[in-house]
């Protein structure tokens, strides 16, 4: 049995990318490999957590030997040249007769935050809780579990938290009101090691999204973050690989950049102190069920950056057009812009643009476009951006709203002061599905 996300979201439309592009390479991955027999079974081995030094490797399995059905398991060696040796049940001071699930460990050790799952521990404050453990060095036995109390947990299910590496961020999935979809991230800060932790704040909807955010993983910086996004009503494992960034601990999160679904059936990564290394779960050929595995990976930071300030306008634009607000949109606009719509002649130049979306946009009552941005590639001063769009619209005119799906190619053009400005916009409509 996998540890899988409980997934109550409406089924919504989904949108296909556009036109066979593949994603750019903001990401590289090497080899996956298996980590073999001494961490992985016959059983379920999940959300691996590593240590900064390297040399202890946390994980949930449901192998024999343990306390209940799912516990929390390590396997340590002396140098990270060396292999791995044979795991061993953390016992059961931490593990109980419930499931334990999803452990992240702090940067040094001492620290190891867990949730209990389906069977909870008691006294808990809703479904799924998170607890830690504490010990006061690495040769130290590790403290009875407690409960991280009723700001962090709530009523709902929190799971797979993961620790910044100074240990005053704790970034986790919730189920909590007040998200977009059945499942968003959220961050809870202290002041030091020594405090307590605060209520978590939501990662707001440049992160989030109306599917699934899960299995959140963070760089030893603090300004990379990793995490699953699943679509609505699907399985954790459909998902696909997120990353995002921020250019400081107290800078928001940037838009994530969808890495795909490279790693197989993957979820629950974990990235090493050194951003090389991705340690994850996955079901991939070679396993015996859910295994762990690690891949080398490089990311791409000037991809990173470029689709980041591409999203960011694609925002911009999206937003104008839903206020129906002609100057949010133009300002997204380079003075020698193009539009190219269907059975429609070019026009040419912001102010044309100007006047043919001000006349055009009059007779809407409302707006309610949702981009999705599939790829972008960076040509020095240019870059070129494709994806598909959904707009519901509502005519001053007309008793119902009408739907549309279409496809974009957008040409974005540097600016003399680093900014990215439409250059050439074109849209059509998506064809229509196959006959069945």
Request: charged content about 20%; some cysteine; overall charge negative.
């Amino acid at each position: 049995m996998k540890i899988k996300k409980r997934l109550f979201v409406a089924a919504a439309v989904t949108l296909a990318f556009f036109a066979g592009g593949s994603l750019q390479a903001q990401a590289t991955f090497g080899t996956p490999v298996n980590l073999g027999p001494m961490i992985n079974s016959g059983s379920d081995e999940g959300s691996p957590s590593v240590t900064a030094d390297g040399l202890e490797l946390y994980f949930h399995s449901d192998r024999a030997g343990g306390q209940g059905s799912f516990d929390v398991w390590v396997s340590k060696r002396a140098s990270t040249s060396q292999s791995w040796g044979m795991a061993v049940n953390l016992g059961p001071v931490v593990n109980s007769a419930a499931i334990e699930v999803a452990p992240t460990v702090s940067s040094d050790g001492l620290e190891l935050i867990f949730s209990d799952y389906v069977v909870q521990r008691p006294g808990g404050f809703g479904k799924t809780d998170l607890w830690v453990t504490k010990r006061a060095s690495r040769t130290a036995a590790w403290s009875a579990p407690v409960n991280l109390g009723p700001l962090v947990n709530s009523g709902e299910d929190e799971i797979t938290p993961v620790l910044s590496s100074n240990g005053l961020e704790l970034i986790l999935d919730s189920y909590r009101p007040g998200g977009l979809g059945a499942s968003d991230l959220w961050v809870a800060r202290r002041s030091s090691k020594s405090a307590a932790w605060g209520k978590p704040e939501w990662l707001g909807p440049v992160v989030n999204s109306v599917g699934v955010e899960h299995c959140p993983t963070i760089s030893s910086d603090g300004l990379t973050l990793y995490f699953d996004r699943t679509p609505p009503g699907q399985e954790a494992e459909i998902g696909d690989l997120m990353v995002t960034t921020r250019a400081s601990l107290a800078a928001p999160w940037g838009p994530p950049v969808n890495l795909g679904h490279v790693l197989s059936t993957h979820y629950a990564a974990h990235i090493s102190a050194d951003s090389k290394t991705l340690y994850y779960s996955a079901s991939s050929p070679g396993g015996k069920d859910s295994d762990i595995w690690q891949v080398p990976i490089s990311l791409d930071s000037g991809a990173i950056a470029l689709w980041q300030d591409i999203a960011r306008g694609f925002d911009e634009y999206e937003k104008g057009v839903n206020a129906i607000d002609t100057g949010i949109w133009l300002a997204n606009w380079d003075e020698g812009g193009v539009k190219m719509m269907p059975n429609i002649a070019p026009i040419v130049g912001k102010d044309a643009i100007s006047a043919f979306v001000e006349a055009r946009w009059s007779s809407y009552e409302s707006r309610d476009m949702t981009i999705n941005l599939s790829q972008v590639e960076g040509f020095g001063p240019i870059a070129i951006a494709r994806g598909t769009y959904l707009s519901i619209d509502k005519l001053k005119t007309a008793a119902a709203p009408a739907t549309t799906e279409g496809w974009f190619m957008t040409v974005f053009r540097q600016q003399a002061d680093g900014s990215w400005k439409i250059y050439r916009d074109t849209i059509g409509p998506l064809p229509a599905p196959a006959a069945k």
